[in-house]
């Protein structure tokens, strides 16, 4: 499954719930020159609105059985999340594991310092140590609070 399908199917889920605002931020278009591609990156995937509470979800699909590439997520994003929760929101990562059809959230507090003890950037993350930070989403539902 790619990442546009997996926030389809999230987004699916989430309106369905008319108390939620959700949305998605638009994939910026990519430029090309004579030897230079240009796009502006992205924040995040979508954010949710819930009882006044900002939410900001980035997703990743990960197509490996044991482990997660610690530079999964890209500087800005890490960025992005943090200033998020600086704010006074909620961040969120959703990993979608293509071997097992299961879908993951960990907190983006968790994350970064989970992946701050992680010295070396190119280093993997084990799925066992990463699942007890993490919490399995059954049917595409995720708990908007």
Do not use: C
Request: net charge positive; glycine share 4%; proline share 3%.
């Amino acid at each position: 499954m790619k990442e546009s399908e997996v926030i389809k199917k999230i987004r699916e889920n989430l309106i369905k719930d008319i108390n939620i605002h959700y949305f998605k931020i638009p994939d910026m278009p990519i430029f090309t020159g004579a030897k230079y591609r240009f796009g502006i990156p992205k924040p995040y995937d979508f954010y949710v609105i819930k009882n006044g509470i900002f939410n900001a979800y980035e997703v990743k699909v990960v197509n490996t059985k044991k482990t997660i590439r610690r530079d999964l997520l890209k500087w800005h994003q890490e960025e992005n999340l943090e200033e998020v929760i600086r704010a006074g929101g909620k961040a969120f990562i959703l990993i979608y594991f293509n071997v097992w059809q299961e879908l993951y959230e960990i907190s983006a507090d968790d994350w970064i310092d989970f992946t701050k003890e992680i010295k070396d950037f190119d280093t993997n993350i084990s799925f066992d140590s990463f699942k007890l930070k993490a919490r399995k989403i059954e049917k595409w539902n995720l708990t908007i609070k």
